[in-house]
């Protein structure tokens, strides 16, 4: 199995290896600290290289433990976004599915998630009551997915049995929204060979936003067994179920921007009499093996497997429509008197069920004086949609004061489509130690994948294969103990479906060919006992998609998807861990610069694209107070510039500063450990357009949710 890399992408490593020789002569002015026991030698499985610190990883990736979630009170995958700045919205609704954009470039759900580093579908709600932590892997992901979106990956890990642990949780936040949970985990049997934990949750939610209450549920068991010292099986099962309407966004007023101080954000457009929840009813189960051959190698095998069931309902406002006609004025966005038209979506009993099996071989060897740490496999994966005819009706004239009343047309009128993907893929990656200070990274993935699809009327079938080798390289040079520099190159796979609509006629909801991605970047990373960071600089090309011809749904197959030059992303992150004996600071820092090249059509080149800010900060503080021993106070901060609201770039929201409060105390009673959690989400009540997503050819606009308060009290037994 073998790569070809051009010489261009030769050279331009060995001008990095040469930059981190360069580096090499200031390591004398930088300052020599011990390193143990920091969160940057924590292993992450979402990077592909086995046992590997982040420090250690000529990549930048991120763990974000659930200690953490729980002590800012985040429930959702959206709410991560302001824990990094290198993350931020890309179409996040409540009651929804979480959408998230990494390095500008929107994640794809079907493609970008993990579960314990096994693909899963996340076009549903993930519960995070039995996950330990989220991986976030920033940048190309060729050797870590077949296909995937360049921007990174999320990895979920799963809660595995612990020294014997009881802890009940209550909380109440926002307008009454009541919580509970249980994390038990016993270890049993001789030399505690058996491990079992069961984690359970059920939230009553009752938001800010208006006509939103639902339900949430969750029930998880994991158990695992030790037949020997060098054998290990790990099993578990999640059922979770969130039952919640979701929120349609504001848009654009004619040509004007709407003041967002004007704007109740509590309004949901969402309200009409007829309206339906969102229900998400999920499935996940794993096996997983692991057996040690020798001191230096084991082999695992992982299968799982995911069912979910969606039904999918919505009042959606979308432009102003002519009943009789059809025709719309405008298109995509609301009237200038507020006015638009609501819509009955209805696409309900969706199936979406997934099965992976890795099967693995890790270890360590040495040729010729070189060691290798090797990890090599094969993924086998496979995936299917099956839906029925689904509504989507046109049922009348709605305003942004919320207060219009429209009549319910549940009628499946439109056709859906059903799709079927496979994939194999053969992968290798080595981390070679070439003497004491450099190292070289190399990675390969071979794909085969093959994709059908047809719709729910039997029509329209088509059928495609495809092979794909997407490689990586990277280099380290070790300056000192504590500091690093690395440069890397690598390629990605990206697929895309065509949206299931009429405009597209025969094209509509097929997948299209894969086209390649690729990344260069460099960067350092240092750490000690009181500070961890690093900065690092990325050029990112993706193939981008236009879409062809007069492009109206009332005339079918009257547009064409096609791929039409790049979008070109470069961006400078900066993240620092500062940790001081009672407290500490996490900070981190994006600057991108993102652009359209290469078009056909010379009036797109250099423009932005919608949605993504060029400057993203992200703060969160923490401090011990002596006086009161077991209180910490929180805060934290999250800054985003302007966004482009349309795709010529006429119109942009302006940026927006949110800034966060909370306090920890953790009390003794007995051999019972209490800890309190206060908190105060958007301090000032700021009003603030949030984000600025084009989805679907119309323009949305989502609000920055109003001043929340939450508290909740943690037992451990």
């Known amino acids: 199995m073998t790569t070809y890399v051009p010489t261009k992408k030769l050279s331009l490593l060995a001008s990095a290896a040469g930059l981190l020789c360069s580096i090499s002569a200031a390591a004398e002015t930088l300052p020599t600290v011990s390193v143990s026991g920091r969160s940057a030698d924590t292993p992450v499985m979402v990077g592909g290289f086995g046992e590997t610190p982040i420090a250690k990883l000529p990549m930048q990736a991120n763990i974000l433990n659930s200690e953490r979630l729980q002590d800012l009170g985040l429930h959702s995958l959206a709410a991560i976004t302001s824990l990094d700045a290198s993350l931020s919205d890309a179409y996040n609704s409540t009651g929804y599915v979480s959408y998230l954009k990494i390095r500008g470039f929107d994640l794809d759900n079907r493609f970008n998630y993990r579960r314990d580093g096994l693909p899963i579908n996340a076009e549903t709600a993930i519960s995070l009551g039995n996950k330990s932590s989220i991986e976030v892997l920033k940048g190309t992901s060729g050797i870590q997915a077949g296909t995937s979106s360049p921007g990174g990956l999320v990895n979920f890990v799963v809660k595995r049995p612990t020294v014997n642990v009881t802890s009940v949780s209550l909380g109440i936040s926002e307008r009454g929204t009541t919580e509970a949970a249980l994390d038990w985990s016993q270890r049993f049997g001789t030399g505690e060979a058996f491990g079992l934990r069961v984690n359970a949750a059920a939230s009553q939610m009752k938001p800010e936003l208006r006509d939103a209450e639902g339900q949430r549920y969750l029930l998880a068991v994991a158990g695992d067994w030790r037949l020997s010292p060098d054998t290990l099986i790990e099993t578990e099962f999640e059922w979770n179920k969130q039952r919640q309407p979701s929120q349609p966004g504001f848009s654009l007023l004619g040509n004007k921007l709407p003041d967002a101080k004007a704007i109740d954000p509590r309004i949901n457009l969402n309200n009409q009499p007829w309206s339906q929840p969102v229900v998400f009813d999920n499935t996940h189960a794993s096996i997983r093996l692991q057996h040690k051959l020798s001191a230096d190698w084991r082999a695992q095998a992982h299968l799982g497997i995911q069912r979910l069931k969606t039904d999918d309902r919505?009042?959606?406002?979308?432009?102003?429509?002519?009943?009789?006609?059809?025709?719309?004025?405008?298109?995509?966005?609301?009237?200038?008197?507020?006015?638009?038209?609501?819509?009955?979506?209805?696409?309900?009993?969706?199936?979406?069920?997934?099965?992976?099996?890795?099967?693995?071989?890790?270890?360590?060897?040495?040729?010729?004086?070189?060691?290798?740490?090797?990890?090599?496999?094969?993924?086998?994966?496979?995936?299917?949609?099956?839906?029925?005819?689904?509504?989507?009706?046109?049922?009348?004239?709605?305003?942004?004061?919320?207060?219009?009343?429209?009549?319910?047309?549940p009628s499946l009128t439109d056709e859906n489509t059903n799709r079927d993907e496979s994939s194999t893929e053969l992968y290798l990656r080595d981390a070679i130690q070439v003497g004491r200070d450099w190292q070289a990274w190399v990675g390969l993935r071979a794909t085969h994948l093959k994709r059908e699809s047809v719709r729910t009327n039997g029509s329209r079938a088509t059928s495609y294969s495809q092979n794909l080798t997407t490689p990586w390289l990277g280099l380290s040079y070790a300056i000192n103990p504590q500091l690093m520099a690395y440069a890397s190159w690598g390629e990605g796979m990206e697929s895309e479906v065509t949206p299931n609509r009429k405009r597209y006629g025969d094209q509509a909801g097929r997948a299209l060919n894969a086209l390649k991605s690729q990344q260069y970047e460099i960067g350092l990373k240092a750490g000690s006992n009181t500070v961890d960071w690093s900065v690092n600089w990325f050029d990112v090309n993706r193939p981008k998609w236009r879409d062809i011809g007069e492009c109206s749904d009332s005339k079918p197959g009257s547009c064409l998807r096609q791929a039409d030059g790049q979008a070109h992303h470069q961006g400078l992150e900066a993240q620092a861990d500062l940790k001081w004996g009672s407290g500490g600071v996490i900070a981190s820092a994006m600057k991108l610069k993102a652009r359209r090249s290469g078009s056909a059509e010379a009036s797109l080149n250099g423009l932005k694209p919608e949605n993504v800010p060029e400057t993203t900060l992200r703060l969160q503080g923490r401090q011990s107070i002596a006086a009161l021993p077991g209180l910490q106070l929180q805060a934290g901060l999250s800054y985003e510039g302007p966004r482009a609201v349309l795709p010529d770039n006429s119109i942009s929201i302006p940026g927006w500063t949110r800034l966060d409060a909370g306090a920890r105390f953790d009390q003794n009673l007995g051999r019972q450990l209490l800890i309190w959690r206060v908190g105060v989400d958007n301090l000032a009540n700021r009003r603030a357009w949030k984000e600025s997503p084009f989805q679907f050819d119309h323009v949305y606009l989502y609000p920055m949710a109003p001043r929340t308060f939450r508290a909740s009290l943690e037992i451990s037994l």
């Open 314 to 409: 919505l009042a959606y406002a979308n432009g102003k429509y002519d009943p009789a006609s059809y025709e719309c004025a405008p298109c995509d966005r609301y009237a200038a008197d507020g006015s638009f038209t609501v819509w009955d979506f209805r696409s309900e009993n969706e199936r979406r069920n997934s099965e992976a099996l890795d099967l693995s071989l890790s270890g360590k060897l040495a040729t010729g004086g070189v060691q290798h740490q090797i990890h090599t496999g094969v993924l086998f994966s496979g995936f299917n949609s099956r839906f029925q005819k689904q509504a989507y009706n046109l049922t009348g004239t709605g305003t942004i004061d919320g207060k219009s009343i429209t009549t319910a047309d």
